[in-house]
T-cell receptor, first 116, second 111 residues
Framework: GAVVSQHPSWVICKSGTSVKIECRSLDFQATTMFWYRQFPKQSLMLMATSNEGSKATYEQGVEKDKFLINHASLTLSTLTVTSAHPEDSSFYIC????????????FGPGTRLTVT | KQEVTQIPAALSVPEGENLVLNCSFT??????LQWFRQDPGKGLTSLLLIQSSQREQTSGRLNASLDKSSGRSTLYIAASQPGDSATYLC??????????FGTGTRLTVIP
């Protein structure tokens, strides 16, 4: 149980375009989802936290107008990178947490974004 | 703010050797500590989760310990295998939505 999927697993887009990444909890209801990014040989950095039906909370330094997060249902959150630039190229990983006071996060397999 | 450090940054050992990875954190007020494995270009695989009230957890050849008061955790891998080669990350949970990751240890097990 507690499986989280991401789609796509990798994507290449041209500079200036937008790309959407989906994160789904497959066998549980995720009241909270998290989006992380990871640069090569670095650790995961939290970008934002989203609760179902609410606006996402962004970490300091993360542009909310550039990284649009929608958590429309208890099993789906999306991250849209708008007007992508080469410096947005990174590995994006989502995680999901259920409710009931259980804090453990379950991680998706990640999405490799390359902006050319 | 919680800071999590892992030493060493990289480790190379011959197959069959036992090894220890270290993780330290600055704020002992944690809910749990978790060890993950990450293969190149892949997501995270959870290995062990230790609640703040626990001192260790074991799974197969892996044993993780937690000394919350000193802000330290170790991951012990017995009889290492080439398939253990990966980056190992520790992360501490300080709140419902607060998970802080360490810098990782890149392990290479040489056949």
């Amino acid at each position: 149980g507690a499986v989280v999927s991401q789609h796509p697993s990798w994507v290449i887009c041209k500079s200036g375009t937008s790309v959407k990444i989906e994160c789904r909890s497959l066998d549980f209801q995720a009241t909270t989802m998290f989006w992380y990014r990871q640069f090569p040989k670095q650790s995961l950095m939290l970008m934002a936290t989203s609760n179902e039906g609410s606006k996402a909370t962004y970490e300091q330094g993360v542009e909310k107008d550039k990284f649009l997060i929608n958590h429309a249902s208890l099993t789906l959150s999306t991250l849209t990178v708008t007007s992508a630039h080469p410096e947005d190229s990174s590995f994006y990983i989502c995680s999901a947490r259920g409710g009931g006071g259980v804090y453990e996060q379950y991680f998706g397999p990640g999405t490799r974004l390359t902006v050319t | 703010k919680q800071e999590v450090t892992q030493i060493p940054a990289a480790l190379s050992v011959p197959e069959g050797e036992n090894l220890v990875l270290n993780c330290s954190f600055t704020d002992s007020a944690i809910y749990n500590l978790q060890w993950f494995r990450q293969d190149p270009g892949k997501g995270l695989t959870s290995l062990l989760l230790i609640q703040s009230s626990q001192r260790e957890q074991t799974s197969g050849r892996l044993n993780a310990s937690l000394d919350k008061s000193s802000g330290r955790s170790t991951l012990y891998i017995a009889a290492s295998q080439p398939g253990d080669s990966a980056t190992y990350l520790c992360a501490v949970q300080t709140g419902a939505n607060n998970l802080f990751f360490g810098t990782g240890t890149r392990l290479t097990v040489i056949p």
